[in-house]
């Protein structure tokens, strides 16, 4: 993590020539927000991985239109045959493009990959053919919707790291692989999709980087207000509860007060790492170029083999102390050192690009040593000896934790304890009760250093049906972010391109 980071991212296109039709409750819009539905535990909806299992039949998708204009051959490799598993003859069909969106197209083959995703992940293929056809449509308006949120987060200069998608990936194809008992009947699994091994990563590749990249454009468009407005009415939050109350239930959830306590350097160190950033600093000053000050002083093992670089970065990616002086600093202008908890930190503005900046830093971290984590540890218990006597968590927390760090949590499904905060947490938590305090317990933090974690269980609840005062809040909340976002891309249709050869 790029230290200076807070904890866990235009062409006018010709107007279409034809009127959009209007389709709602697409699956790219849920994708897109991340929502899920509230019943489903607090966080969205994760479509678990399947085994590839057999290409779907022929008649999913309607027979290539000869009329309709086509692409070259496609490079990835041979195209899917359509015949299913079940022997028979198999028919070639010819890739074409289906749709045209903004500056990109859509290919048959990948509308027809994307219904076999579908598949995979429990979605039914009808075997009306009216039926079929309505669901391979709303597929391709889902394909068009997700393509055009894509190029305009490119045009908004939303970018996401190569080893963000490389991480992913990984992730991805491990989970993947661990739902089959040999790599070598994963890699049939995967033969049997029509891909290679090297193809197969490459589409998990490209599916991670759009996710991110949406993921990140999505958090840019709430944090800079740049959606529409939209209202909900309690009528239809209530309709919502009705319809979806009863096939789920709550799981087990806490709320929590966090307080986590770093180790500090003694006074010594600290003055030593002052006195190194303003050696750096007299340097740059006197001539020398910032990304070999950078190269040579730095600490931060995420910036420093790229000098210093940390690319384009949004207010909220940084600590709020070291955001203040950056956003108020000039391009070209050196500014420090900057105390955050971190280290010290030298700054430099690039580039100014709306709500970005392009930043480049040297950080001076002052020594760690084992005596200062033991003065850590023992200030945590001493903090949670407090709380256990009824001290106030707020206060603790501002006087003593992180200052910069969320403390407050509401509703975190056990469940999902984990895979937010870390399997420390998990574990320290356990079996939690209204009023425990849980701690101190060792979490890795920056650099690798231990930190301190004390948690104050402020509420839990079992598992049971949900209520609809406990949960109307936030269906309201969900649905109007909905319907925001479908406006959003409905002005997205209305501005680019769009036109259908289906």
């Known amino acids: 993590m790029t230290q200076g980071a807070t904890d866990p991212a235009d062409r006018q296109a010709p107007r279409s020539p034809a009127p959009r039709p209007r389709h709602r409750g697409h699956v790219l819009v849920a994708l897109f927000l991340g929502l899920g539905l509230v019943f489903a535990g607090g966080g969205p909806a994760r479509a678990a991985a399947q085994q590839p299992d057999t290409i779907p039949p022929a008649d999913t998708v309607p027979p290539a239109d000869t009329t309709a204009p086509r692409p070259a051959p496609r490079p990835a490799g041979p195209e899917p045959e359509f015949g299913g598993a079940g022997g028979g003859d198999s028919v070639q069909v010819v890739d074409r493009v289906v749709a045209v969106a903004g500056d990109s197209a859509i290919l048959l083959s990948e509308l027809q990959e994307q219904i076999y995703r579908l ?6 293929i009808p075997q009306d053919p009216v039926a079929r056809d309505s669901l391979v449509r709303a597929t391709l308006q889902d394909m068009i919707d997700r393509m055009l949120l894509v190029q305009r987060a490119q045009q908004e200069g ?62 840019q468009l709430i944090s800079d207000q740049g959606l529409p407005p939209a209202a909900v009415s309690d009528s239809e939050v209530r309709a919502f509860f009705d319809a979806n109350s009863a096939s789920a239930r709550r799981p087990a959830s806490i709320s929590f007060e966090r307080i986590t306590i770093v180790p500090r350097p003694d006074s010594t160190a600290a003055d030593s790492a002052v006195a190194v950033a303003h050696k750096a600093l007299d340097e740059i000053r006197s001539g020398t170029e910032f990304s070999v000050a950078a190269h040579r002083f730095s600490n931060d093992p995420g910036t420093r083999s790229q000098g210093g670089d940390m690319g384009w970065i949004r207010r909220s990616d940084v600590v709020p102390a070291f955001a203040d002086v950056a956003w108020a600093a000039p391009p070209g202008r050196v500014v420090g050192p900057i105390e955050t908890r971190f280290g010290f930190h030298i700054i430099k503005v690039q580039n100014i690009r709306g709500g970005e900046r392009e930043i480049s830093q040297i950080l001076i971290r002052p020594e760690i040593d084992s005596a200062d984590v033991r003065k850590a540890r023992e200030r945590a218990g001493a903090l949670a000896d407090s709380l256990r006597s009824g001290a106030d968590p707020t206060r603790l927390g501002r006087e003593y934790g992180i200052r910069d760090q969320e403390t407050h949590f509401e509703d975190i499904a056990l469940t999902d304890v984990s895979s937010r905060f870390g399997d420390a947490y998990a574990k320290a938590i356990g079996q939690p009760e209204s009023g425990q305090v849980i701690g101190p317990f060792p979490v890795t933090g920056a650099f690798d250093l231990s930190e301190f974690v004390v948690l ?22 969900n649905l109007v972010r909905t319907k925001q976002f479908q406006e959003y891309v409905a002005q997205l249709r209305g501005r680019m391109y769009v036109k259908i050869y289906l």
Do not use: C, W
């Open 119 to 124: 598949r995979q992940q429990g979605q039914k």
């Open 456 to 477: 104050k269980i402020t509420d839990f609840k079992a598992a049971g049906p949900y209520r609809f005062e406990d949960v109307k809040d936030q269906i309201r909340e």
């Open 158 to 219: 939303v970018t996401v790291g190569d080893d963000q998608v490389q991480q992913a990936v990984q992730s991805q194809f491990d989970r993947i692989r661990s739902g089959f008992q040999s790599d070598e009947a994963f890699r049939q699994a995967v033969e049997r999709t029509g891909q290679n091994m090297f193809q197969y990563r490459q589409m998990l590749q490209q599916q991670a980087r759009q996710e991110l990249l949406l993921s990140r454009f999505r958090q």
